[in-house]
Structure formats: C-alpha cells, structure tokens
C-alpha cells in the first residue's frame, strides 16, 4: 500500500499528460478499493484497554486504588465506561472469580429505600444477594460484590471498584 501511493505521488505531476481519463478514473477506483479493504481490516481489531480484561463481548476494569461510590462511578463515566453491572449468573461468577476483596458495583437503592436497582434502571436477580443480605445495617444504599454475591453497605466506604464498558 506505501509503495502504491509513493508512486502514485511520484507520478501525479505526469498524470494529466500520460493517462487518459478512462485510466485515471480506474486509479481512482482501485485506489478506493484499496482504501475500503484497508479500513475493513483496521475495523476489525477490537481489543479490551489496555489494562481491562475481557469477558463475554466485554471489556471490565478492576481497580487498583479505592474510592467511595460517587467518585468510583465518575472515574468509570469518564473512562467511557460505567460501574459494572452484573446480569446473569456467568457474570457473577466471572467476576467473584476475579477479585478477592469487595468491590463497589454500579447497583443502589439510593432513590428508593430498598428497591435496588442497577444503573440502567434493571432490577436484580434476588439469588444474587449475599445471604441475609440487603439489610441497609445503619444505612446502606450502596452495593458491592464481596465473597461472589452481592451485599450492601455505605455510599460513604471507600474501596475498590469494577468499571465495565461493551467492547
Ligand atoms: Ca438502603
Ligand atoms: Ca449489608
């Protein structure tokens, strides 16, 4: 392809002299071509961030640092991504299988006392909980995975945080 434009370049000054338009037009065309199958083949690298793992379509970031849930949630909107969300049982386990200590999710009951809801506004499997679990002990809007289910605590702690994006 670099070789190609080089001489395309090379020879444009002569273009207008040596070609006539019917070849010129078959440039373009080829050239055109040659553009699409390039673009095609850029297009179909997708890759997670680096430093977010993969899982199922995608892409997930588990923290290093420790935040409270606002600012966790504002770190993930500003990685174009949002905090994670987890919807099926594959999910679940993907996750729990990935951390070792609890991790702020992107679930509250902040707008209304215990009725829980992710981010997107869906609601949440209720085997996803931890057992016992939410009991709002003190006050709790906020949720997290810890020990592969689901438990609720303070907006206030801060702690580690999974950000999920679609790849
Ligand atoms: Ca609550
Ligand atoms: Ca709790």
Redesign the pocket.
């Known amino acids: 392809m670099g070789c190609f434009l080089n001489t395309l370049f090379a020879i444009t000054p002569f273009i207008d002299y040596f070609l006539t338009d019917v070849q010129i037009w078959t440039d373009v065309q080829n050239l055109e071509k040659a553009f699409s199958s390039l673009r095609s083949q850029v297009c179909d690298i997708r890759s997670c961030p680096c430093d977010w793992k993969e899982f199922r379509g995608k892409c997930y970031y588990f923290s290093k640092g420790e935040r409270d849930w606002q600012k966790a949630k504002e770190f993930c909107n500003n990685q174009d991504a949002v905090l994670a969300m987890v919807k099926t049982q594959q999910e679940l386990n993907y996750i729990g299988s990935q951390v070792s200590t609890a991790h702020h999710l992107g679930l509250s009951d902040q707008e209304s006392e215990s009725n829980w809801k992710w981010l997107d506004e869906s609601s949440v499997a209720g085997s996803f909980w931890n057992p016992g679990?939410?009991?709002?002990?003190g006050e709790?809007d906020c949720g997290e995975i810890t020990a592969g289910k689901l438990?609720?605590?303070p907006c206030s702690i801060k702690q580690r945080w999974i950000c999920e994006k679609t790849l």
């Not at 679990?133 to 002990?137: D, K, L, Q, R, T």
Request: glycine share 0%.
């Open positions: 679990e939410p009991n709002n002990a709790e438990n609720d605590i």
